[in-house]
């Protein structure tokens, strides 16, 4: 059973919407949360973390988390074809590997001028 | 400018040769790590090192070997014993290990072994 989980996608939006992307993560004490934007042929970037329930707002990003359905998203609003990227979630802290960062698989998603 | 910085970018190298690869950070991080990726596939973990002249197995450490003599400095050595080497490897830094902050990458080696 995987951790942390991506759909894969492709998630195709057109540009100027709401893009959506989601995570669910089994270990219930699981402590961060982070979003990272990886291009093509490049290393990950780090977009977001939320440590909270809630959401967390920057710019155009919003991190929503609810621990208790152990479930992260990250929403892109007016979405532009420079977001279209694989989106990784990974996840911090609780009881797996000793507080080590584990990954999802990522979604790719493509954002149709 | 303080980075992460891994070189080489590309890397090809003969089946059966030990290859080493370079990451140096000059952000006075603590902690040090390196990861594989696959095609079309997530982050799996390798090694990680909290601290000088001190390193830890991650998930999938068979076939490699790294070495933490600098705090600046965290080299992995892909030994002819990894069976599938041929990967995308990121390495990473943060503050240290047990805060809850984020990783930072640098541009990772592309490895291939033909």
């Known amino acids: 059973q995987k951790e942390v989980e991506q759909n894969s996608g492709p998630l195709s939006v057109p540009e100027g919407a709401i893009a959506s992307l989601n995570c669910t993560y089994s270990?219930?004490?699981?402590?961060?949360f982070f979003w990272y934007r990886q291009y093509s042929g490049k290393s990950p970037e780090l977009i977001m973390f939320i440590y909270s329930n809630g959401d967390k707002e920057d710019g155009r990003f919003t991190a929503q988390l609810n621990k208790a359905s152990q479930y992260v998203s990250l929403l892109i609003r007016d979405s532009q074809p420079s977001d279209s990227a694989t989106y990784l979630c990974a996840v911090k802290g609780g009881n797996n590997a000793g507080n080590m960062l584990t990954f999802g698989g990522g979604t790719r998603l493509m954002v149709k001028p | 400018d303080g980075g992460i910085t891994q070189s080489p970018k590309y890397l090809f190298r003969k089946e059966g040769q030990n290859v080493t690869l370079s990451c140096e950070q000059n952000?006075?991080?603590?902690?040090m790590y390196w990861y594989r990726q696959d095609p079309g596939q997530g982050l799996r973990l390798i090694y990680y090192s909290q601290i000088v002249n001190d390193f830890q197995k991650g998930d999938i450490a068979e076939g490699y070997s790294v070495s933490r003599e600098k705090k600046e400095s965290f080299p992995l050595t892909v030994t002819s014993a990894q069976k599938n080497p041929t990967a995308f490897y990121l390495c990473?830094?943060?503050?240290?290990?047990?805060?809850?902050?984020?990783?930072?990458f640098g541009p990772g080696t592309r490895l291939t072994v033909t």
């Open positions: 270990d219930r004490g699981s402590q961060s």
């Open positions: 952000l006075n991080h603590d902690a």
């Open positions: 990473a830094s943060s503050i240290d290990r047990t805060s809850l902050d984020e990783q930072y």
